[in-house]
C-alpha cells in the first residue's frame, strides 16, 4: 500500500503567488515525521521543512508553510510569493516508528512545480 | 553541505555484469540509505543501514545487495545488472531513528544505465 500518495504530478503557479502542493500519508503509528524536499533541475535533494506528528502547531520555515491535518492525514506544502527559482519537483515524505532500527524514509511520486512570469 | 561523496557518479554497464556504487560519508552519520529515483515513481528505497554491519530492506531491494563494513561507507551492489535497474541511485544520512525530525542528507546522485 502507498505510504505517500502526492497525487498532483504537475502544477502552474504564476509567479508572486501562493501555491499549495498536496501530500496524504498512511500510517497506524502514532508517532511519524513528515518531510519536505525540493529537488531542482540540476538534481539535487533540498530538505525544506518538517513536521512531527505531536507538533500542536503546524512547521513555517520562511515561504513554506505545512499545513497539518493529522486527522485526514495530510500535509499540504504551502509556498507563499512564488519564485521563479521555486521551479522544481518536490517530494513529501515520511519517517514512522519508534524502534530503535526501524528508519525508513519514505518517499512520495513528487509533484513537478512550474512558475511562470 | 553534508559530506556525502557517490562515486561513480555515471556509470554505464552491460546487462549481467556485477556494478557496486559506494556512498561515502564524513558525518559521523548513523543511518544510511540507497534510493532510487525513475519518472513517475518518486524516490524508492533500496536498503538501509542503521550501523555498522546492521542493514535491512527497503521496498525496492529485489536484485539488491549492501554491505557497510565502516561507519562511513555504504556500498550496493547490483549482482547481475538488469535494464530495469537503468535509474538514478541517491544515497542518503541521517543522524539518527530516535529522533523523527533528522532530516536525510543527500548525495549527488548516481546515473547508471545498463544497456
Known amino acids: 500500500a502507498q505510504k505517500i500518495t502526492q497525487t498532483q504530478p504537475g502544477m502552474f503557479v504564476q509567479e508572486k503567488e501562493a501555491v499549495t502542493l498536496d501530500c496524504t500519508y498512511d500510517t497506524s503509528d502514532p508517532s511519524y515525521g513528515l518531510f519536505w524536499y525540493k529537488q531542482p533541475s540540476s538534481g539535487e535533494m533540498i530538505f525544506l521543512i518538517y513536521?512531527?506528528?505531536?507538533?500542536?502547531q503546524n512547521a513555517t520555515e520562511g515561504r513554506y508553510s505545512l499545513n497539518f491535518q493529522k486527522a485526514r492525514k495530510s500535509a499540504n506544502l504551502v509556498i507563499s510569493a512564488s519564485q521563479l527559482g521555486d521551479s522544481a519537483m518536490y517530494f513529501c515524505?515520511?519517517?514512522?516508528?519508534?524502534?530503535?532500527?526501524?528508519?525508513?524514509?519514505?518517499f512520495g511520486t513528487g509533484t513537478r512545480l512550474q512558475v511562470f512570469p | 553541505d553534508a559530506g556525502i561523496t557517490q562515486s561513480p557518479r555515471h556509470k554505464v554497464t552491460e546487462t549481467g555484469t556485477p556494478v557496486t556504487l559506494r556512498c561515502h560519508q564524513t558525518e559521523n552519520h548513523r543511518y544510511m540509505y540507497w534510493y532510487r529515483q525513475d519518472p513517475g515513481h518518486g524516490l524508492r528505497l533500496i536498503h538501509y543501514s542503521y550501523g555498522v554491519k546492521d542493514t535491512d530492506k527497503g521496498e525496492v531491494s529485489d536484485g539488491y545487495s549492501v554491505s557497510r563494513s565502516k561507519t562511513e561507507d555504504f556500498l550496493l551492489t547490483l549482482e547481475s545488472a538488469t535494464s530495469s535497474q537503468t535509474s538514478v541511485y541517491f544515497c542518503a544520512i541521517s543522524l539518527s531513528g530516535r529522533s523523527f525530525g533528522t532530516e536525510a542528507f543527500f548525495g549527488q546522485g548516481t546515473r547508471l544505465t545498463v544497456v
Open positions: 513536521q512531527g506528528s505531536y507538533d500542536q
Open positions: 515524505a515520511m519517517r514512522e516508528g519508534l524502534s530503535y532500527n526501524t528508519d525508513k524514509l519514505i
